[in-house]
């Protein structure tokens, strides 16, 4: 079955430390994006990758990095940096960038203690 | 700015009609999005809109009215499965999305 997976489902972390958040898709999208999900607000876009080897800012970059070495992933890290971590990290790809319909991974959700 | 206005919540009784209602200011439009988003589940397409007018899908329909701003998704016939949040999203000039907060769907017996 083809679709978007993320690990772990849930993830604790204390106040200080770095997390990788995985994504890995077998869609053979070219374009992937790392949202963030807070309650009351709608999603934010982190960072977002059209193709292997490049990768955007979105409008919440700060505190995160990503890295697009595959195609089929798209870790994201949640530095030290990242004031305010404590939200559900969702992941999501396009056939390409401009494509109308993106297809969301479970999602991570990230509490840091 | 840009922005994307919907409803915060909304309750409807199990076989009935809902209109959930979204207004949109954005810089470009490529096309609006219809989410929907059970509790702790990642968001499932629904439908899209890039010309005025009305898409049905089984239960589920949305319409666009570009020149106003508007849209809303329509759900008919409605079942308790329906309960979810339900998310209205614009494509803009950059072919970014641009997110709603959201309206919470609850469904009454």
């Known amino acids: 079955d083809g679709g978007i997976t993320q690990s772990p489902k849930y993830l604790f972390r204390k106040e200080g430390q770095n997390v990788t958040l995985s994504c890995e898709q077998n869609l053979n999208h070219d374009a992937m994006y790392w949202y963030r999900q807070d309650p009351g607000q709608g999603l934010r876009l982190i960072y977002y990758s059209q193709i292997v080897n490049d990768f955007q800012k979105g409008d919440i970059a700060e505190g995160y990095s990503v890295s697009r070495e595959k195609k089929e992933s798209f870790p994201l890290t949640v530095t030290s940096a990242q004031k305010n971590p404590t939200a559900f990290y969702l992941c999501a790809s396009s056939i390409e960038a401009d494509y109308n319909e993106q297809f969301f991974g479970p999602g991570t959700r990230l509490t840091v203690l | 700015g840009q922005n994307i206005d919907q409803p915060t919540e909304m309750t409807a009784t199990e076989g009935a009609i809902v209109q959930i209602n979204c207004t949109y200011q954005t810089s470009g ?10 509790a702790g589940e990642a968001p499932t397409f629904l439908s899209y809109n890039v010309l005025d007018g009305l898409e049905e899908k089984g239960r589920f329909s949305s319409f666009l009215s570009r020149s106003k701003g ?3 998704l329509l759900l008919k016939e409605l079942q308790m499965k ?7 999203a614009v ?17 009454k017996p």
């Open chain 2, 29 to 38: 439009f490529n096309g609006l999005f219809w989410y929907q988003q059970h």
């Open chain 2, 70 to 72: 508007y849209s809303y």
């Open chain 2, 82 to 88: 329906d309960s979810a949040s339900y998310l209205c």
């Open chain 2, 91 to 107: 494509m803009d000039s950059n072919y970014q999305l641009i997110w709603g907060a959201g309206t919470k769907l609850i469904i």
